[in-house]
């Protein structure tokens, strides 16, 4: 079963409708290639993905350990190649966990799910995954 439909609606944007659930999403260029940069752009969409992933599979870690990770913030940096061909170089992804005790074990589990997303697993060798964990301790 198909899960995006997908059409362009002009002026570099495309509106994208998740099959199952019905929710829409627009993307645009960016402006550093001729678009407005109103909406995310494709390669955002990837960079965000990798982090969706990554704290996902920390929340199914941590559901099946018996311990939270709820409020936890990502904040993502997506840096594109200067030379041809336009790609990602690198994706940064830095998630700072709630003010809580994390004990070295949970510390650990959730370290390993940064290795065993399946979108860390799809993207191509060569873009750089720069992920930093930050504990703060409460």
């Given at each position: 079963?198909?899960?995006?439909?997908?059409?362009?609606?002009?002026?570099?944007?495309?509106?994208?409708?998740?099959?199952?659930?019905?929710?829409?999403l627009?993307?645009?260029?960016?402006?550093?290639?001729?678009?407005?940069?109103?909406?995310?752009?494709?390669?955002?969409?990837?960079?965000?993905?990798?982090?969706?992933?990554?704290?996902?599979?920390?929340?199914?870690?941590?559901?099946?350990?018996?311990?939270?990770?709820?409020?936890?913030?990502?904040?993502?940096?997506?840096?594109m190649?200067?030379?041809?061909?336009?790609?990602?170089?690198?994706?940064?992804?830095?998630?700072?966990?709630p003010?809580?005790?994390?004990?070295?074990?949970?510390?650990?589990?959730?370290?390993?799910?940064?290795?065993?997303?399946?979108?860390?697993?799809?993207?191509?060798?060569?873009?750089?995954?720069?992920?930093?964990?930050?504990?703060?301790?409460?």
């Amino acid at each position: 079963m198909a899960t995006t439909e997908t059409i362009y609606i002009g002026s570099l944007r495309t509106e994208a409708t998740h099959l199952i659930s019905g929710n829409k999403l627009i993307t645009d260029a960016p402006p550093d290639n001729q678009g407005k940069g109103e909406y995310f752009s494709p390669t955002d969409l990837v960079a965000t993905a990798l982090g969706s992933c990554i704290v996902t599979i920390m929340g199914i870690a941590a559901r099946t350990h018996g311990f939270s990770i709820d409020g936890t913030k990502l904040v993502i940096t997506k840096i594109m190649t200067r030379e041809a061909p336009r790609r990602i170089a690198e994706i940064i992804v830095d998630i700072t966990f709630p003010e809580m005790q994390y004990t070295d074990q949970q510390k650990k589990i959730l370290e390993l799910c940064v290795k065993t997303c399946p979108v860390a697993l799809s993207l191509h060798p060569d873009i750089i995954q720069n992920v930093t964990l930050f504990f703060t301790e409460g």
